[in-house]
C-alpha cells in the first residue's frame, strides 16, 4: 500500500549543480530519483524542503515523496544507501501522514557558515570554510549579527532571480560559534555563523554573511547593514561563496 515517506539526507555538495534537477549537470534530487525509481520499479517524484545552490552542502535536508511499495523504511534506506553515490546519504525514513510536504509543511530552517581565518589554507577544509585574508573578530560579526534579528523585509539581501511572492522573513537568531560543521576538526581557526527562521531568501544567508565579513573587517562602514536592510533590492554586496554553507536543519 502507498504510504508518504518523510527522508532526512545529508550531501556533500561540492560535485553537484544544486539540490533541483536542472539540465546543466548532476543534481542530488536527480540521483536520488533515480535511486529510488529503481527500487520503486516506476517513476519516483520527491520533493525537496528547499532548495540548495551549486556547492552548497547538507546535513539536515529533508524531502517528501509518495512510495508505492510496502517497504519497511530501514530495508529502504539500506537499499537506498547501496545505491546512491558516496557524496549522499539517508539519514532517515519515516513514514508521515498523507498530508505531510517537506516544504509547505515546514515552520522554519536552520543553516550554519563557516569560515576559516588559518594564517595558510587548509588542504582539508578548503571544501567546507571560506578562508578569509583579512583579520576579524568572530565576537564583532555577532554584534554586528544582532542588527537583522527579527521579523524584517529582507528584499535588501536577495539576490535577484527569486520568485518569492514576499521578502519578509524572520529571523530567530543569528549566533556566532567556534569549529566548523565539517571536515577535520583539527582544523584551525574555524568558526561558523549559525542562522535559524522561518524562512531564507534566494543566496539571502550567503549575502548576508558576505556584508558581516565586509564590516567585521573594516571594509564598509557598519552602517552598509542598515542600508541594505532598508533597500528595496536586489543584494548589491559581495555573496560569502556556496562552499562554507550547510543547510543545517529543517524545523516542522
Not at 128 to 137: G, L
Not at 187 to 213: D, H, Q
Not at 218 to 245: F, K, Q, V
Request: hydrophobic residues 40%.
Amino acid at each position: 500500500m502507498a504510504c508518504t515517506l518523510k527522508v532526512v539526507v545529508r550531501y556533500d555538495g561540492t560535485n553537484f549543480v544544486g539540490w533541483q534537477t536542472q539540465p546543466n549537470g548532476p543534481s542530488v534530487q536527480a540521483a536520488i530519483e533515480a535511486a529510488m525509481s529503481r527500487i520503486a520499479h516506476g517513476p519516483v517524484r520527491i520533493h525537496g524542503a528547499g532548495r540548495t545552490d551549486s556547492g552548497v552542502h547538507a546535513l539536515g535536508q529533508v524531502f517528501s515523496c509518495r512510495w508505492p511499495l510496502p517497504e519497511r523504511p530501514a530495508a529502504l534506506q539500506k537499499a537506498l544507501c547501496s545505491l546512491l553515490r558516496p557524496d549522499i546519504s539517508i539519514v532517515s525514513i519515516d513514514i508521515v501522514p498523507d498530508d505531510f510536504h517537506a516544504s509547505f509543511s515546514s515552520a522554519g530552517k536552520r543553516y550554519a557558515y563557516v569560515i576559516s581565518t588559518a594564517r595558510f589554507p587548509d588542504p582539508f577544509s578548503r571544501r567546507y570554510a571560506w578562508r578569509v585574508k583579512w583579520p576579524i573578530n568572530p565576537a564583532r560579526v555577532e554584534d554586528l549579527a544582532k542588527r537583522l534579528v527579527g521579523t524584517h523585509d529582507f528584499a535588501g539581501f536577495r539576490s535577484a532571480g527569486h520568485g518569492s511572492k514576499t521578502s519578509v522573513r524572520t529571523i530567530h537568531s543569528i549566533t556566532v560559534r567556534d569549529g566548523g560543521v565539517a571536515g577535520p576538526a583539527d582544523a584551525e581557526g574555524l568558526f561558523r555563523i549559525e542562522f535559524a527562521g522561518s524562512g531564507f531568501l534566494y543566496r539571502m544567508v550567503r549575502n548576508i554573511t558576505g556584508t558581516l565579513v565586509d564590516a567585521a573587517r573594516g571594509h564598509i562602514p557598519d552602517s552598509a547593514i542598515d542600508e541594505r536592510l532598508a533597500a528595496p533590492g536586489p543584494y548589491a554586496g559581495y555573496s560569502a561563496p556556496a562552499h562554507g554553507l550547510f543547510m543545517m536543519a529543517v524545523m516542522y
